[in-house]
């Protein structure tokens, strides 16, 4: 009960603009879930002509081999949810865990932690992710642990910052002047304090693991076919744009939707979640 | 403690600092390719391999010398401007890199060119109207900007420039003996696209760094002495805004250095993105080592003139005490 | 015929909406109705706690309110023009001829791009009034007034590089220089140390009398507008409370109130003699260092009684606080003991056991960030209780109930959260959470400093009576001598990291004085006419005698 009324109280603090994304967001999301019950066809049968335009039949059109679009794109939904779903967590609990663990510890450890991060950030990540998937076998789980352990460089930064800002206020000095242990303090004292900014964070790393996997399978390194994601659609029918062919686009576009909703939500609650001082 | 270095010392320091970097980061990447659980030579050449065939890849690619040895002949190899050679082709690397360096770096300085005046100017719009309706429709698009695949402006201008109207070629193609106005034309769509990419990204960030100059208390000081808002701005504001605003743009350009290489694979255009991702595909290792490191080194070379022109800009340590 | 007012403040009204997350917007009002004269040459000083309202009126006089709040009502009128009703070109011509403005932090309110001269001069020059150069002379001339070192260069230095005392005569210079009719003074020697703020205090006094402005004078601090103020205008949460000429206010305040913040800190405990026994805490030889090298202690020995209060006194950078951080164990020490109830502490905090822990808490200067924003007063209460004591439960809730009373808050609290409560309910609530561990020393580190001085005497009363009651040993840290008398009863004087003086209350507080006590404690204003004027003289007579 107090969950669905603290939800509720969320949705009318949003803007206009969230609500939207929010709306398309579940969208995507309940499509993805029951894609055997809301998909027209199989994604992987081929029912019609190559590049079809859109019609009553294939509401999207059909692709470079003559499958349903808005099938394939329902289907491919799931892979896209799933991995950079599975990817900003693994990111998320490893990067905000190790980062509150820096500010925490402070002085040897943290600087230890902080140095090996920045070596990790000094390489653009679509390039360290292209060296390393050179070696690696193109599975579903490399490119979770990829993606995420990758991006878990970003989640430390920022939950690091954070914490840092939160490790300073004398509540926590106190908290150690009493003998608390460390995880008391990272769970009971810092974790209450960081979940509004980390939360606004998670959305954001979610939003940009899509565009990730996205761009890796539009490469041709991220999920490998018959299977397909949304990036990978792009780049099966990309041959057909030159020809003035929209397919590649629309699934471009769901990527792109996507991405725009998570922002909105996400801008919304970072600009209305108080300071540390006021409000709980 | 930096209060008490010279300014020079600060600038030496950040030197030799980036070149431990990328010293660090040639280990990293060779690690990346040679210590990883995937066997190089297995998946060169597929599942199917005889025994026979894979020992002898091994022994070809040295692989059965300890790994620091192979890393550091690859780094003396390296000092004295040796590549390598491909595996797929047989190629010298420096050869196959040779020009598309220069295209990479022609396409991305352009877009650079472009999106880091733009961005300034547009943050500083941005803040001048701040909470007003033009603040918000800079906002809205910006934030929409950030969410889009590079793919899909890059086609979408494909589309309705290159195809519709017909105004561009859809593909980039760049060779030595083009005058320089060619070269300007064929590059078009792709530096748009790149520098759409990274121009909001940029602008966000302006504007943030310079709205947070805006509430410092010496800017209410300046409006106390009834001075104009263009000067508060200007005078006071911006030489404040400088080094954040340098740190913002190059933390930005690694969003060029990512769609740089998506944008060449859109337009098909002849430069370093392009060899990476193909040569990635053939799991070409060597080839992989070279380009990721030229990427990675590039960037690196980027933020250490980044930090350096914010200690070059910021006066508490331009006149120490 | 009768001198005009240069300012008339009149019915003056701002508000200020509020935006809270989830809630309606809501108008609160900051400013009530104020009205008030003053001609040239003369000053009023605007007195008041924290949300009295003076810096808003203050700003107001400029015609300018801080973002999020409005000037809804009234008028002010500088010369018999209302600057309210000009627009923007002649309200910016209007603060920078005839308006200036000293804030309460020069070194946040100075451009760290620019060196001091450009921006002293800028006023002037922009508005032109003078050329360059006659204003780089003007202001060298004002340097030399106001006694900043080497004044034909001190311009050219850049903010960061001169002290904060100079800073803010700089910035006395700043307002000056444009030679304004009306300087606003907010608060503009609050963060200066005590024996700083005489100076400056001296300074704005004089450069008023030499120039003949007229002047608004901020301040939270009675004693120091008295110093300089013709009259005084006490507010309370935005409304007048009381208006008179400075004597009046002083001497002969009619309003309660005000009778209350003239006879403030006028407590004083009576002190106990040293017993023989054992002393509860003993620091011997310290000398403690944040880097290892550069030793922010040296050698400091004290001790203190059980059921007894230290004051340890020192204005900043005398190494007070890294005192009570080297004690509690969050900073080891490079050498040195502590023996506490006849035991060495080990230096650090890891090795320093429950039972130890338990007798010595700490309460802290800011309550708003010594407690978890996230925890409810009962979560904050009871954590002591419950790890300390293994109690839990019902019997857990009656005794944080039980603290509830003793900090006189009561039972009704226990479930809200510290945003709720306000200042002094805070620093209760941080009060009580020492307390529920049963210590028997309590690190008490500049605990009224954030406070207004009404509710600090309250938190004063309260520590002075549990004291009485449970016979809890005290360790003051503190910056000001009048919290040190109210309450000790031995004190120690630091100066740079050393022990200048240490002993009992009357003994440190009677002649003969080292030259730094001396200096202390002649430096705390006083709340009478002519202080300022009869300190300075007799130490230039005793500058003149050696």
């Not at chain 1, 993805?32 to 029912?47: M, R």
């Not at chain 1, 939160?166 to 002047?177: K, N, P, Q, T």
């Not at chain 3, 109705?33 to 040459?41: A, D, P, Q």
């Not at chain 3, 028997?440 to 004291?467: F, K, N, Y």
Request: overall charge neutral.
């Amino acid at each position: 009960m107090k969950f669905t009324d603290s939800l509720a109280k969320l949705v009318s603090n949003l803007s206009w603009a969230a609500r939207v994304g929010l709306f398309s967001l579940s969208v995507f999301a309940l499509a993805a879930l029951f894609a055997p019950i809301v998909s027209p066809y199989d994604p992987h049968e081929i029912v019609g002509d190559v590049w079809e335009p859109l019609s009553a039949n294939f509401l999207l059109g059909t692709d470079q081999l003559g499958r349903d679009l808005l099938s394939r794109l329902i289907y491919g939904a799931r892979n896209t949810f799933f991995i950079a779903g599975a990817a900003t967590l693994l990111s998320f609990f490893m990067g905000t865990f190790i980062g509150f663990l820096a500010a925490v510890s402070g002085g040897k450890t943290d600087q230890l932690l902080s140095r090996v991060n920045d070596l990790m950030m000094a390489i653009p990540t679509l390039i360290f992710a292209l060296v390393v998937l050179s070696v690696l076998p193109a599975n579903m789980i490399v490119l979770i642990l990829v993606m995420g352990i990758l991006d878990s460089t970003r989640v430390f930064r920022l939950s690091r910052a954070v914490a840092v800002d939160i490790v300073v206020m004398d509540f926590v000095e106190s908290a150690r002047l009493r003998g608390e242990k460390t995880l008391w303090i990272i769970f009971r004292e810092i974790l209450p304090n960081a979940l509004s900014p980390l939360f606004a964070e998670f959305g954001l790393r979610f939003a940009f693991a899509v565009l990730f996997l996205s761009t890796l399978s539009f490469l041709g390194l991220g999920i490998q076919p018959p299977d397909a994601d949304w990036g990978s659609m792009v780049k099966e029918n990309k041959d057909g744009i030159v020809f003035g062919i929209p397919a590649a686009l629309i699934p471009a576009a769901a990527i792109a939707i996507l991405t725009i909703s998570i922002n909105l939500v996400v801008d919304s609650i970072l600009s209305r979640t108080s300071s540390l001082k006021g409000g709980r | 403690m930096a209060a008490h270095q010279s300014l020079g010392q600060l600038i030496i320091r950040r030197l030799l600092l980036g070149l431990l970097l990328l010293l660090m980061i040639s280990g990293i990447i060779f690690a990346g390719t040679e210590l990883l659980p995937g066997d190089v030579a297995q998946s060169i050449l597929g599942q199917s391999a005889t025994p026979e065939a894979l020992k002898n890849l091994r022994l070809e690619m040295g692989l059965d010398r300890p790994p620091l040895e192979r890393y550091l002949s690859w780094l003396t190899n390296l000092a004295q401007g040796d590549l390598g050679t491909s595996l797929s082709s047989g190629r010298d690397i420096g050869e196959m890199i040779g020009d598309r360096l220069g295209n990479t770096l022609f396409l991305a300085a352009s877009a650079a060119i472009i999106a880091v005046p733009l961005a300034i100017f547009l943050g500083l719009i941005a803040v001048l109207h701040r909470n007003g309706i033009v603040d918000k429709v800079i906002s809205i698009s910006t934030i929409s900007m950030i969410s889009l695949p590079e793919f899909f402006i890059g086609y979408l201008l494909i589309l309705f420039i290159a195809v519709h109207l017909n105004w561009l070629p859809s593909s980039s193609i760049i060779y030595n003996s083009m005058t320089f106005g060619e070269k300007l034309q064929a590059i078009a769509l792709p530096c748009l696209t790149l520098t759409l990419v990274c121009l909001a990204h940029m602008m966000r960030m302006t504007r943030a760094a310079i709205l947070n100059v805006m509430s410092s208390p010496y800017i209410e000081t300046a409006q106390l002495k009834g001075l104009s808002a263009f000067r508060v701005i200007f005078h006071h504001a911006f030489p404040n805004a400088i080094s954040p605003i340098i740190t913002v743009v190059v933390l930005n350009l690694a969003y060029l250095v990512v769609g740089v290489v998506v944008v060449e694979i859109i337009y098909v255009y002849p430069g370093m993105g392009q060899l990476l991702v193909d040569h990635v595909t053939n799991r070409d290792i060597p080839v992989v080592q070279a380009v990721g490191l030229i990427f990675a080194a590039i960037y690196i070379l980027l933020n250490m003139f980044a930090d350096i022109m914010a200690i070059i800009a910021n006066p508490r340590l331009r006149h120490p005490k | 015929m009768p001198v005009p007012h240069f300012l008339e403040v009149s019915n003056l009204e701002i508000t200020a909406s509020i935006n809270m997350p989830g809630d309606i917007p809501k108008k609160i009002t900051l400013v009530d109705n104020i009205s008030f004269k003053l001609k040239r040459g003369e000053v009023i000083g605007l007195i008041g706690e924290s949300g009295a309202g003076k810096s808003t009126i203050g700003l107001a006089a400029l015609g300018y309110a801080r973002s999020g709040c409005a000037i809804s009502g009234g008028s002010i009128k500088i010369n018999g023009t209302d600057i309210l009703q000009l627009p923007t070109k002649a309200r910016n011509k209007m603060r920078g001829t005839q308006v200036a403005y000293v804030a309460q932090s020069a070194a946040a309110a100075f451009n760290p791009a620019h060196r001091i001269s450009d921006q002293v001069i800028e006023e002037a020059v922009v508005h032109r009034l003078m050329s360059k150069t006659e204003a780089l002379a003007y202001a060298d001339d004002l340097y030399e007034k106001l006694g900043l070192p080497d004044p034909k260069n001190f311009g050219r230095r850049y903010p960061h590089q001169v002290s904060g005392g100079q800073l803010q005569r700089a910035m006395t210079v700043m307002a000056l220089c444009a030679k304004p009719d009306l300087i606003i003074f907010d608060e503009p020697t609050t963060a200066l140390d005590v024996t700083t703020q005489i100076e400056v205090l001296a300074t704005i006094k004089n450069a008023i009398k030499d120039t003949g402005v007229a002047a608004l004078y901020i301040t939270h601090d009675l004693a120091v507008v008295a110093q300089v103020s013709d009259y005084i205008m006490v507010l309370r949460h935005g409304k007048m409370v009381e208006f008179g000429s400075t004597d009046q206010i002083i001497n002969h305040a009619q309003q309660q109130y005000t009778q209350e913040l003239v006879s403030i800190r006028a407590m004083e405990k009576e002190e106990q003699a040293a017993p023989d026994s054992r002393p509860l805490l003993q620091v011997s030889h310290i000398d403690a260092a944040y880097d290892g090298l550069n030793k922010v202690l040296e050698d400091v020995t004290l001790h203190l009684h059980a059921g007894q209060t230290l004051s340890i006194v020192g204005e900043s950078g005398s190494g007070k606080s890294t005192l009570a951080r080297v004690i509690t164990g969050l900073l080891p020490p490079l050498q040195g003991s502590i023996v506490f109830n006849g035991i060495e502490l080990s230096a650090g905090l890891k090795n320093r056991d429950l039972e130890q822990l338990r007798e010595l808490q700490m309460i802290y200067q800011m309550a708003d960030v010594a407690m978890n924003p996230r925890h409810t007063i009962g979560q904050i209460i009871g954590r002591p209780i419950e790890f300390y004591h293994g109690t839990k439960g019902a019997q857990k809730r009656r005794e944080t109930i039980e603290l509830l009373d003793q900090i006189e808050l009561g039972e009704q609290y226990i479930d809200r959260y510290p945003a709720e409560l306000s200042g002094g309910q805070k620093q209760r609530v941080c009060i009580a959470r020492a307390l529920a561990a049963k210590p028997s020393l309590i690190i008490c580190d500049e605990v009224t400093s954030a406070l207004d001085p009404l509710v600090a005497d309250g938190i004063l009363q309260l520590l002075m009576d549990l004291q009485k009651e449970h016979n809890y040993a005290y360790l003051f840290i503190t910056h000001d001598l009048a919290t040190v008398k109210a309450i000790s009863d031995s004190i120690a004087v630091m100066y740079q990291g050393s022990l200048v003086r240490f002993g009992q209350k009357s003994k440190v507080l009677s002649p003969p004085f080292d030259d730094y006590t001396q200096m202390l404690l002649s430096s705390v204003p006083e709340m009478e006419l002519g202080w300022l004027e009869r300190i300075l003289a007799s130490r230039t007579m005793q500058s003149a005698d050696n």
